[in-house]
């Protein structure tokens, strides 16, 4: 079983940047892949990033490539998710899943999450 607690979140200006952390506990974290998810109000949960558990692969939502950058540290049980350039669309509650099977783009097959943190960006 994987326990998840993201921090990092807050109010930053439209261009700027932010890096969510999320720690995990648990023996097995290293066997797991890992994902970002946002969620926005009146939205559905959206992929946003995921990174394999080797940390040798990660995938990315449109939306977000070559702004944000996931990486994972397995001896920490760390998983980050650098945000550059920052825009008013990206504001929503970000939340870290695992996954034991692959580094899905699909909620569903995420088995444990965090319980989110929010990112707010102004205009």
């Known amino acids: 079983q994987v326990q998840l607690v993201e921090s990092g979140g807050g109010l930053v200006q439209a261009g700027g940047s932010l890096r969510l952390s999320c720690a995990a506990s648990?023996?097995?974290?290293?066997?797991?892949?890992l994902g970002w998810f946002r969620q926005a109000p009146g939205k559905e949960r959206e992929f946003v990033a995921s990174?394999?558990?080797?940390?040798?692969?990660?995938y990315y939502a449109d939306s977000v490539k070559g702004r944000f950058t996931i990486s994972r540290d397995n001896a920490k049980k760390t998983v980050t998710l650098q945000m550059n350039s920052l825009k008013p669309e990206d504001t929503a509650v970000y939340y870290c899943a695992a996954d034991r099977d692959s580094y899905s783009d699909n909620p569903s097959s995420y088995d444990y999450w965090g319980q989110g943190t929010q990112v707010t960006v102004s205009s």
């Open positions: 990174i394999s558990w080797s940390g040798g692969s990660t």
């Open positions: 648990g023996r097995t974290f290293r066997t797991y892949a």
